[in-house]
């Protein structure tokens, strides 16, 4: 054998050697264990949703606690911790008692009081 075909064959060796420990990676690599990692922690939208259901739900029960407030006229969005509450009241200061009754509740961050007061004869 020459000096040139040692090497070439070394040399293919090498390569051969090099590619296929490159594909035998394990599969708790570093990368893979990162993407694994961030998909636990991340929420899916259904859950998304039903968080804001429950927390809508919360503020609900706590609007109904507020005196003479028809939290039937009232609607209530969570999206994460902002609440937005709209509706029509008869009164100011039952637009005051949903506002603070609303941010009281475990869960909210902020709360965007959009209650006015019913025009009589509506």
Do not use: C, Y
């Not at 020459?2 to 490159?22: M, P, R």
């Not at 209530?76 to 609440?83: E, F, L, N, S």
């Amino acid at each position: 054998m020459t000096v040139q075909k040692v090497w070439a064959v070394i040399g293919a060796a090498i390569f051969l050697g090099t590619t296929l420990t490159a594909h035998a990676q394990p599969a708790s690599s570093s990368a893979g264990a990162a993407t694994t990692a961030s998909s636990n922690t991340a929420m899916t939208k259904k859950q998304i949703h039903k968080q804001n259901r429950a927390l809508e739900r919360s503020v609900r029960n706590a609007l109904r606690k507020v005196k003479g407030l028809d939290v039937a006229t009232i609607t209530v969005i969570a999206k994460g911790p902002a609440v937005t509450i709209t509706g029509e009241v008869r009164e100011q200061t039952q637009i005051d008692g949903a506002g603070a009754a609303a941010s009281k509740v475990a869960g909210v961050g902020s709360v965007d009081n959009r209650l006015t007061i019913a025009t009589p004869g509506h």
